[in-house]
């Protein structure tokens, strides 16, 4: 036996309480705690299987029972260890668990080893207080090995050292060699492990420094050719602004040119013609004859007089102290007294970083989503800001809101199919784990589950859970439950141990499944393999289907087709506590109900096939609603199936040929499926994955699992 099959991985030392993971691998109960209170999740150092455990699951872990029994054997074996070999007088080295011998590492375990009854018994090698292996002698004599230490005078002694004696009469602390070789490597290696630990801890200090120096003085560089830019683009602005006022200006002085340039040519004419009549009326002094000379003088000047005397003529005078005038911006001046060109702002990016779990994401379009973001102190959501593109540069919204205790979330949604991205900053800086890549999935059939009846006789497809891990697993109305991946590969196939034909199934959440039995008319609870833990139900179920869990109050709702209602039971101890419907079609009354679905309020919804709707009972049984849509291509319900309620409070129902989505009030959101899509008949209906949005139905009609985005 290697003894390292009983030392544990995370602290290197004998298990001390050990537990099995589900992934099969074992670790002492204290180092797993430790794990998950340092790092939020478990994840195995041996495979890197991640494990979500909750302190009510570590409590259920399994207990490795060989280990524990194997420890208990070599631990009885090392206390009990004689000083002698069995046969000779030699320090023991091996134990025979068979024989209950101990033999020394010389000749009696070479004579164990060649009598052939002896020769396969199982050896465990006891431990040895050597280094390496080998003998320490003494280096005064040094044929002899060293046996004493003394802790007062921190010498070390033979058999034939006289000092050991005078320790001995000194009633000093004496302890065998072996012990204090022991106990010193045990301290060594204690520091050398702390020195491991703290030389990890300055490492990954000095890369996280200097990769955010290299970012500092990358973001400088981007920040002095930002000031730069902004430096040029404002005097490119302000030369720009400068050359249109002065265009602006140069239009209003050639239009200003133009009218005085006209007016002082009319002028000039205006003298010109009064001139000639002053020159023209002297000539013809002392000729009356000239009289028609004159009164055409005469109305020449009363028309000038007219013109030039009149108010018109002085108010167009008066407009000519109309000037141009530059006014200088003073908002602009306070603007750049206040702000400048900018500013700097200094913003710790690393104070922020996107959850672990939402650096990539993968959602259906159309699928409003949530990027958690966490602080390491509380500070200005405002300081945020996200922006969702994809790689044809088309945007979508995004709202980003605090969310207490130094946590934020930032909503968004994509409507178009292909890569996004989600750019994530702080006072302009990239938080770390930005970007966020999303994968933006198309909506409807998505994967097809065929050939299930290769997997096995008489298979047929019945109902369909998504398990602790993920996987997808099919009952088929016989002991075969199949198990596939979420891209419907096949994983395995688990096998009830007893004569069960299983039909419908509920996952309890703590690995333990639970399902009726078609055969036996009862509902069997039992664990991640199928194993049964109890049963109930017989001679109260006569043909039960759907089933659905309370996990708070535990009680336990089973759809009977044949009983016409919903029996509930304790699903801890199969106790009979009532039954809600009878048989009929009154309001509350059914006809061979087919699966039931509980509310976040723990209202029951039943889909009553014979009947054709959903009914909605309260906490009282009592019936609060109940709904069957009509008339439309795609909400009418013929005889519907399976029913769940989904994370967004809508319900999903199964009917005839086709999927459907209803909000918690049964009003029609949308057709799930397409019509070529090919649902015949299906029975059962669950919940794969949250993001994206994806919903398994188990298709009895064609024999095989769809899954679908939705």
């Known amino acids: 036996m290697n003894k390292k099959d009983l030392e544990c991985a995370i602290c290197l030392s004998r298990f001390n309480q050990p537990k099995t993971l589900k992934c099969m691998h074992t670790y002492c109960l204290q180092c797993i705690q430790k794990w998950v209170e340092t790092h939020g999740k478990m994840k195995c150092p041996i495979c890197g299987q991640e494990h979500d455990l909750t302190k009510e699951d570590l409590k259920k872990l399994a207990s490795n029972t060989m280990i524990s029994q194997l420890l208990e054997y070599v631990m009885k074996t090392e206390d009990q260890k004689p000083t002698n070999c069995s046969f000779c007088d030699n320090q023991p080295a091996y134990h025979c668990s068979t024989c209950q011998l101990y033999l020394c590492g010389a000749q009696c375990v070479k004579q164990h080893k060649a009598v052939p009854l002896t020769k396969d018994h199982p050896l465990y090698t006891l431990d040895k207080k050597e280094q390496d292996g080998k003998q320490i002698n003494c280096q005064v004599h040094c044929n002899t090995p060293l046996e004493f230490y003394c802790s007062n005078c921190n010498k070390s002694a033979c058999k034939k050292c006289e000092h050991i004696l005078r320790c001995y009469q000194k009633q000093h602390k004496v302890i065998p060699m072996s012990t204090a070789v022991e106990k010193f490597n045990k301290d060594a290696n204690d520091i050398v492990e702390l020195a491991h630990k703290i030389e990890k801890t300055l490492t990954e200090k000095q890369e996280t420094l200097t990769k955010d120096r290299s970012e500092f003085d990358s973001q400088l560089m981007l920040c002095r050719t930002a000031i730069k830019i902004q430096e040029k683009k404002l005097l490119r602005k302000v030369q720009e602004k400068s050359k249109e006022l002065l265009i602006d200006l140069e239009i209003i002085y050639k239009k200003k040119k133009e009218n005085f340039d006209s007016e002082v040519n009319d002028i000039d004419s205006k003298i010109t013609q009064i001139k000639n009549l002053i020159v023209s009326t002297n000539t013809m002094m002392n000729k009356p004859e000239e009289i028609k000379t004159l009164l055409s003088h005469k109305t020449t000047v009363k028309a000038v007089k007219d013109k030039v005397l009149g108010t018109d003529f002085d108010q167009s005078l008066q407009m000519r102290t109309i000037t141009p005038n530059f006014i200088p911006s003073v908002q602009l001046d306070e603007l750049m007294n206040t702000e400048g060109i900018g500013r700097i702002t200094i913003v710790d990016s690393l104070t922020y970083k996107v959850a672990e779990d939402d650096e990539h994401i993968t959602v259906t379009k159309g699928q409003p989503f949530v990027v958690k973001v966490s602080s390491l102190t509380e500070c200005d959501a405002c300081q945020l800001a996200a922006t969702l593109i994809n790689f044809s540069s088309e945007e979508s ?95 395995a196939k688990i096998q009830a141990p007893q004569d069960f034909q299983v039909n419908g199934m509920h996952q309890l959440g703590d690995g333990h499944v639970i399902f009726t039995d078609q055969l036996g008319k009862c509902v069997v609870m039992c664990d991640d393999k199928f194993q049964e833990i109890h049963s109930f139900g017989k001679e109260i179920l006569k043909c039960p289907q759907g089933l659905a869990v309370n996990k708070e109050t535990r009680v336990l709702y089973v759809a009977d087709c044949h009983a016409d209602c919903v029996f509930k039971f304790n699903v801890d101890d199969g106790t009979l506590l009532g039954k809600i419907g009878s048989e009929g079609s009154e309001g509350g009354q059914m006809n061979e109900p087919q699966d039931v679905t509980l509310t976040k309020e723990g209202h029951v919804i039943i889909s009553d096939f014979g009947n054709k709707i959903i009914q909605i009972f309260n906490t009282s049984d009592e019936l609060i609603k109940f709904f069957v849509c009509c008339g439309g291509k795609y909400d009418y319900i013929v005889s519907p199936t399976a029913v769940l309620m989904d994370m967004d409070e809508n319900i999903m129902v199964s009917s005839h040929e086709k999927l459907q989505l209803f909000d918690k009030n049964g009003v029609f959101i949308k057709r799930i499926d397409h019509e070529d899509d090919g649902l015949c008949l299906p029975s059962g209906i669950s919940i794969i994955s949250k993001r994206p949005r994806r919903v398994a139905v188990a298709d009895h009609g064609s024999n095989n699992v769809k899954i679908f985005n939705y």
Request: charged letters at 25%.
């Open 397 to 491: 919204p995004t709202k980003v809101e605090y969310d207490e205790n130094g946590h934020y979330k930032i909503t968004g949604r994509c409507n178009v199919e292909g890569d996004w991205q989600m750019k994530i900053t702080a006072g302009g800086v990239d938080i770390k784990g930005s970007p966020v890549n999303i994968k933006v999935e198309k909506l409807g059939l998505v994967h097809i589950i065929d050939n299930i009846s290769d997997y096995g006789e008489h298979i047929e497809v019945a109902d369909v859970i998504s398990d602790t891990d993920g996987y997808i697993l099919v009952s088929t109305l016989s002991t075969d439950i199949l198990k596939f991946n979420q891209s419907g590969s096949f994983v």
